[in-house]
């Protein structure tokens, strides 16, 4: 453990139903000296699946916030962590597929809230449709099931005909009897944390991020969780100097008392390869 911290010794709910503790609970521990225990029983999926049954009402920060908030009243808890997954198009990519886990830490006697995202193209998603059973059974191993869990379904919208598999033999009965009954199956990776192993590898990933805010104070207020809130884009390009969307330096902001701070400028470039440049390449 590292040196003592303000939450050293604390408890800490875990907002989740899908196993995050695994990854989350350990690091709170090691570098903050926090206790912390999953919210057994309580239902995150009043806030939305993956599958589409129940909608998500609101943007992945609103429905975080409301799922930690919703989860301390619940267990009478001061403080917790929850996430919330986002997936869909890479936002300067449209055409990558990317996943945006967002975290919220919250303090409630001490009025402090927290948030960190990271973006990640690596965590698995995919829905394909198959036509024979050895099509379909050969894609189950590329994709490491049963490790990678998956939804087999009749029909391209998930939640209307899904099937859950727990293993290989129970899959295999599932995708020909769909292929005899309806000459097509589809198979949807399941996003759930607990079944997803790469975004649980992501979860782990933004907990670091936010428990580094915690361990960073304001310079002007000293409150926690001070860190990158936007960024510098005007990089200028190296040929014709014109300012291009290419970042220049990070931007931290206090969400208490508004400090702003340019920051991280020796980790970006100081010029904008011509490619990127509107003049030298409209």
């Keep these: 453990m590292h040196a003592r911290h303000r939450y050293s010794d604390k408890s800490a709910l875990i907002v989740t139903k899908h196993g995050k503790e695994q990854v989350i609970q350990p690091l709170l521990k090691w570098y903050l000296g926090m206790d912390a225990v999953p919210s057994i029983g309580f239902d995150t999926d009043q806030f939305g699946t993956f599958s589409g049954d129940i909608a998500r009402t609101q943007g992945p920060k609103e429905t975080v916030r409301k799922k930690c908030l919703s989860a301390l009243e619940q267990y009478s808890k001061t403080i917790g962590i929850a996430t919330e997954g986002s997936f869909g ?59 990678q869990r998956v939804f087999i379904h009749a029909e391209e919208q998930l939640y209307r005909t899904a099937v859950y598999p727990n293993d290989l033999p129970e899959a295999i009965e599932v995708i020909k009897s769909l292929i005899a009954q309806r000459e097509k199956c589809w198979i949807t990776s399941d996003l759930r944390a607990h079944a997803n192993p790469s975004r649980m590898k992501v979860i782990e990933g933004v907990t670091e991020k936010l428990i580094n805010r915690l361990l960073t104070t304001c310079p002007s207020c000293s409150t926690l969780g001070y860190g990158r809130e936007e960024v510098k884009r005007g990089l200028p390009c190296a040929q014709c100097h014109f300012p291009t969307s290419g970042i220049q330096a990070d931007i931290y902001v206090c969400a208490q008392c508004g400090h702003r701070e340019e920051k991280n400028e020796s980790d970006y470039p100081k010029s904008q390869n011509p490619m990127y440049c509107l003049i030298c390449n409209p």
């Design 89 to 147: 198009a890479h936002p300067s990519s449209p055409f990558l597929a990317a996943h945006e886990e967002w975290m919220v830490f919250m303090d409630l006697e001490n009025k402090i809230e927290v948030y960190e995202r990271k973006l990640s193209t690596t965590t698995v998603q995919f829905a394909k449709s198959f036509t024979t059973p050895t099509q379909a059974i050969d894609f189950l191993s590329s994709v490491d099931f049963p490790q």
